[in-house]
């Protein structure tokens, strides 16, 4: 089975108005950031990027099991790795927007106190942070959601559900590793 005719269509429309899929399903397809994009959202990010074909016709490609939902991942598994990985590693590595901004300034060597980031220090703040995961440039503009050329803690608020996940998972486990060891004495 090759590539759908709509993941080609709508990957490719992506790239033309917006320059990646990322940037695309970030700025228009899930601006709420949950992750998911409806079929509401959806025809009103094709709107906005102006396609003239039937938005409904891609919709019901692209909804293969008529869940009323589609993520990334459907329309390019690589730019969802890529987000997927980078959201978990913010999570596990800042905990806030604010918190994201200052140690990715501080890192690249700039003033920590401004509240934005440029593209040269976002590149190699995050590297000097730890992050391996390459296309540096691509999350940057993914992230410059107004199209204002900096990041501002308004485009990283879903920081703030990723350190929440990463704080469930960390009581979730000492929640068992407490209910092991109270097992463990018991016996």
């Known amino acids: 089975p090759g590539e759908s005719k709509a993941r080609s269509v709508l990957r490719q429309l992506m790239k033309q108005k917006v320059g990646s899929p990322l940037r695309a399903w970030v ?24 396609y003239t074909g039937s938005a ?55 003033d920590p106190s401004v509240e934005a980031l440029m593209v040269q220090d976002f590149e190699r703040g995050i590297v000097a942070c730890g992050w391996d995961g390459g296309s540096e440039e691509e999350l940057f ?17 879903w920081i703030d559900v990723e350190v929440r996940r990463r704080e469930m998972k960390l009581s979730a486990k000492q929640r068992f590793m407490k209910e092991r060891h109270a097992k463990a004495v018991a016996k």
């Not at 959806?42 to 709107?47: E, L």
């Not at 909804?63 to 959201?87: N, V």
Request: net charge negative; hydrophobic share 40%.
């Open 56 to 110: 409904e016709a891609l919709w019901e490609e692209l909804d293969e099991e008529k869940l009323d939902e589609i993520t990334l991942d459907i329309i390019d598994p690589e730019s969802a790795r890529l987000w997927l990985s980078f959201r978990k590693w913010c999570g596990a590595t800042f905990d806030s927007p604010r918190d994201m901004i200052r140690q990715i300034r501080r890192s690249a060597g700039v």
């Open 141 to 157: 503009e993914a992230l410059d959601i107004e199209d204002e050329g900096c990041v501002r803690q308004r485009d990283l608020r």
């Open 27 to 50: 700025t228009h397809f899930d601006k709420n950031l949950n992750g998911q994009c409806s079929a509401l959202e959806f025809r009103a990010a094709m709107k906005a990027l102006k």
